[in-house]
């Protein structure tokens, strides 16, 4: 656990993976945040309760609690936003990540040099909003400045093609955004009707 103090805010980084742990807490403090790491859900409730963090940053994937366990908590009884950050993105993973609220959805692989920005635009979207940040889950999205990161579906989205087309960031959300004026629709829409097509696949 990394106990330097900065002024930018205090990010909470759970993950089972330790060799992923390790660069995203070092990754995230070299970009001036405060770092508490958890390699399992039970660590990560008792960090919260004890720390307060401004953010979690969570794997979904682990052994014992789930992420989604940890959301749930963070959400319900610390009022605590969070961020997910995962390789999966099926329809069952996609459609809990929107119910439980999360401000950002990040598929993984990733680089630190991706995550920082949108950890970046969540800060900016809480100190606008005023601490706690954790969306409604029916709120529409807002279009980040640092990065155009977007809450809700339309990340969710971003990280489908991401996934199905081995896109970057920044591409698959220009593809969506195309698609968006192509079809005369806006992003948020645009979003959905991706994820519903997704859902519909699957089944």
Avoid at 63 to 74: I, R
Avoid at 79 to 87: E, G, N, V, W
Avoid at 95 to 110: D, E, I, T
């Amino acid at each position: 656990m990394s106990a330097a103090v900065s002024p930018k805010g205090k990010i909470l980084v759970v993950d089972d993976d330790r060799l992923v742990l390790a660069t995203l807490t070092h990754g995230l403090a070299q970009a001036g945040y405060e770092i508490i790491d958890a390699d399992n859900g039970d660590d990560a409730i008792l960090l919260a309760r004890e720390h307060r963090p401004d953010l979690a940053l969570l794997d979904i994937r682990m052994e014992g609690k789930s992420g989604f366990d940890v959301a749930a908590y963070l959400r319900d009884y610390c009022q605590m936003p969070f961020m997910f950050l995962s390789a999966f993105t099926d329809e069952a993973t996609v459609r809990q990540v929107k119910s439980l609220g999360a401000v950002n959805y990040l598929v993984k692989p990733l680089d630190v040099g991706q995550i920082v920005p949108a950890v970046d635009a969540a800060f900016a979207d809480i100190a606008r909003r005023g601490a706690p940040a954790v969306p409604p889950v029916a709120a529409p999205p807002r279009l980040e400045p640092a990065g155009e990161v977007l809450t809700q579906v339309v990340p969710m989205a971003v990280g489908v093609l991401m996934h199905r087309y081995s896109l970057s960031r920044g591409v698959a959300l220009e593809r969506l955004q195309r698609l968006a004026l192509a079809e005369g629709r806006t992003l948020h829409t645009e979003a959905e009707r991706l994820l519903d097509a997704v859902e519909l696949l699957s089944r």
